[in-house]
């Protein structure tokens, strides 16, 4: 597999030859979607070892009371069997040559093409096209041509909604109603074991022979957990038969939902059906085309110019955007971002800290009424992290280290992996111990709130969040004998060292928690009294902020050594250093795990990744140059990027660093998680955070954007090799055109609204 550049403007992801034996590579990177839905990209004809995935987004369910919940995988509608002359095509026999997949990400649009020689020496050429409309949230379309090249020959074709889908062996549906409307259209409703969601399911097909619609007779089939219809027809040499296919899904978990019968949303979407049927593949693709324009291209465009490899630069931040759109559920805020966005089942769809410091910078510069929704689903989750905070014994708001459903509450699962020593599975103690994630939701609302300029947001919900997750660090503070309050048996970021105390990133960020809750109390009190009030009656303020001043003041903070180095934790610089040489060359993660267990890395000076580089990059104020450039050093060396999150980072820290050079490779193996030749990489998924991280190596790293304390900055360094980079933010409701060049910065307001003070490479200026 690799990407096609030769393409209009680099727009094209393409696969230029086929392999059975890796198929979840395609299937996840070049998977289509709308943030309703995600489809994951499997060919139309079925392979053993493909993963069909249509995951909806929100619609948890539990397989089995030990098993936690993630997202179902819904009934398919996209695989379609062919028969030639009685020869199921199939591109593992047969022959085939001119094959091309590809992903158009300016248009959402995935077609392919082959020429198919049949065992028993019949040409076709085979092609297909299929999008998941950016316009239509509830719509899939798709067009399977097939053009009898030399011969005569026999068509048969299978098509329908296939609902005897698993998640890896888990199914999560009781079967529903299946039903043929008018002999045509078929209609199918499943409902979630657990969760009680009911999905219904339609979908219709219309044929064409050389551009002329013909009516095929169908022959209905209905079986258990299955509906489909069988067509045949003869194609004399020459002629091309064109099967359209409308398909939609929806649920009566969606908010346009009426209810309470799903009677209704079944008449409902099957009218849907018709007028999508009615206006044909080409007008529902151009509509999809526009939508795709207006919300991403048009609005929030990325330009590089330089040497050859600047095209491939280029492709690889539009690819994050493209999938950075089809992943987040815009629609709805009582959804969030699943580590796998919506292109498979690894992390059963849960979300993590991941969207707050590597995906909410993207929708907070680039689409603010999606971050606040992002947001706002943080705060429907309050009483989940209520409750965690009370069954562990703690006040405030502890919240999830994986989130599901707004009420699921800790989704983590308890074991995972296998420990190569002991052979039994791995505890998974980040549902437990990693709990950094409670200020990190914090530092998202202030985040969203200062860069959106949304008081609104804020009075209604940030200032809550800010406040109940410092009474819950309030509450999990530590006396220690020294008179200093610690915080003890943690996991931090870097996920290699667990059970640790005095966790830097933890404590740090903990502590600018406690800080902030006192700001907000403070602001308001003076100049919100009204709020305040209510605030203050559902989270006892008055109370509290004596809690919160003495965690802030007692809270023991790391310091650095006498080398200016950062202690990561209370253990770490005391292990054992060894050689990770090894580790570091081979072209997949965690091979260290095939050498040592946890128990033993944890007494080794070895990094998953560094999350004290993580700290310098939220709050680089609060260390000196020295500091961080000692610590830099430090903890490169010790840094296997076992997280698919830490390359990003540490991209946009070199940048901070004056390492241009290693700040473009770190960048470009960034960019290789997903785009790169290795092709196990995407089976479960696409790396979600890691897209938002490559947005923020070319905003962030090279454009040199950053927000601290409030003030847009603007400090630059581009890779050698570009030679202009241009990029659209919105700041506080402006729009702001940025262009810089190796010895420029240029900073245009597109809105002009209202006056935006910024310092660009030192110097306050305002536009």
Not at 208 to 226: E, F, K, M, T, W
Request: proline residues 3%; negative net charge; aromatic residues 10%.
């Amino acid at each position: 597999m690799g990407m096609n550049y030769s393409r209009i403007s680099d727009w094209i992801l393409g696969e230029d030859s086929f392999d059975p034996a890796h198929l979840g590579k395609c299937e996840a990177v070049m998977s289509l979607g709308n943030g309703y839905m995600g489809l994951r990209s499997a060919t139309e004809e079925q392979y053993l070892g493909e993963t069909r995935d249509l995951l909806v987004a929100g619609s948890f369910n539990k397989f089995d009371p030990d098993e936690v919940t993630e997202l179902p995988n819904a009934a398919d509608v996209t695989a379609i069997t062919l028969w030639v002359d009685g020869e199921r095509f199939s591109l593992d026999q047969g022959t085939s040559s001119g094959y091309s997949r590809e992903l158009n990400i300016r248009t959402g649009e995935l077609t392919r093409r082959v020429r198919w020689t049949s065992p028993g020496g019949k040409h076709i050429l085979f092609s297909s096209r299929r999008i998941v409309s950016l316009a239509r949230q509830h719509d899939i379309a798709m067009t399977v041509s097939v053009t009898a090249e030399e011969n005569d020959v026999a068509l048969k074709i299978r098509s329908g909604i296939n609902a005897r889908m698993t998640n890896t062996g888990s199914q999560h549906f009781s079967e529903g109603e299946k039903r043929f409307y008018d002999r045509k259209y078929l209609q199918l409703v499943e409902r979630t074991t657990q969760s009680g969601i009911d999905f219904v399911i339609n979908a219709v097909h219309r044929f064409s022979v050389n551009g002329d619609a013909v009516a095929l007779p169908a022959d209905v089939n209905i079986d258990r957990r299955i509906i489909y219809a069988d067509y045949t027809v003869a194609l004399k040499a020459g002629e091309c038969l064109t099967l359209e296919k409308y398909a939609n899904v929806h649920t009566t978990r969606d908010l346009d939902y009426a209810g309470p019968d799903v009677r209704a949303l079944q008449v409902q979407s099957l009218a849907s059906l018709r007028e999508s049927e009615s206006m044909g593949y080409s007008a529902l693709a151009a509509e999809s085309a526009a939508a795709w324009a207006e919300q991403v291209w048009d609005t929030t465009p990325i330009e590089i110019e330089g040497d050859e490899r600047s095209a491939r630069d280029l492709f690889a931040v539009r690819f994050a955007q493209y999938h950075m759109r089809v992943f987040v559920p815009s629609h709805d805020n009582r959804m969030n971002i699943g580590a796998k966005g919506l292109s498979g089942e690894g992390y059963k769809g849960h979300c993590f800290w991941d969207t707050e410091i590597f995906l909410l910078p993207y929708y907070m510069f680039s689409d603010p009424p999606a971050a606040r929704k992002l947001e706002e689903y943080r705060y429907l989750s309050l009483p989940g992290a209520r409750r965690k905070a009370a069954e562990n014994g703690y006040r405030g708001a502890m919240f999830p280290w994986e989130s599901a459903w707004l009420d699921d509450g800790e989704t983590c699962p308890l074991y995972a992996g296998t420990d190569i020593l002991t052979g039994l599975p791995i505890k998974v103690w980040s549902g437990i111990i990693e709990q950094h994630i409670s200020a990190d939701v914090a530092f998202g609302a202030w985040q969203y709130g200062v860069i959106c300029g949304d008081t609104d947001f804020m009075e209604r919900y940030g200032y809550e969040l800010i406040m109940d997750t410092a009474t819950f660090w309030a509450s999990r503070l530590d006396k220690g004998t020294d008179g200093l309050y610690h915080i003890n048996d943690v996991v931090g970021p870097d996920e290699y060292h667990e059970h640790v105390n005095d966790n830097a990133f933890t404590n740090y960020m903990a502590h600018w928690n406690l800080c902030k809750a006192l700001e907000y109390a403070d602001k308001l009190k003076r100049e919100s009294p009204a709020l305040y009030e209510r605030l203050d009656s559902r989270l006892d303020i008055e109370s509290n902020c004596p809690k919160w001043a003495e965690g802030a003041e007692k809270l023991y903070l790391p310091q650095p050594t006498a080398e200016h180095i950062l202690p990561m934790d209370d253990r770490f610089m005391q292990g054992e250093y060894i050689d990770l040489s090894k580790y570091k060359a081979q072209d997949f993660v965690g091979g260290i795990m095939k050498d040592y267990n946890l128990e033993q890395i944890q007494k080794l000076q070895v990094c998953k990744q560094a999350d004290c580089l993580v700290l310098f990059y939220l709050q680089e104020d609060l260390f000196s140059p020295e500091v961080r450039k000692a610590s830099w050093d430090y903890y490169v060396e010790r840094t296997l990027h076992d997280s698919s999150l830490s390359l990003s980072t540490h991209a946009v820290m070199a940048c901070d660093m004056g390492e241009e050079a290693m700040a473009y490779e770190l960048f470009r193996k960034s960019c290789e998680i997903d785009l790169g030749p290795v092709m196990t990489t995407s089976d479960s998924g696409i790396h979600a955070a890691s897209f938002g991280g490559i947005w923020q190596c070319v905003v962030f790293g090279f454009g040199g954007v950053r927000m601290h304390g409030g003030e847009l900055r603007i400090n630059p360094l581009l890779p050698k090799n570009w030679t202009r980079l241009g990029f659209t933010l919105i700041w506080q409701g402006e729009k702001l055109h940025v262009v810089v060049t190796g010895d420029s910065v240029t900073v245009k307001n597109l809105t002009g609204g209202k006056q935006v003070t910024l310092t660009v490479n030192g110097e306050k200026v305002t536009v």
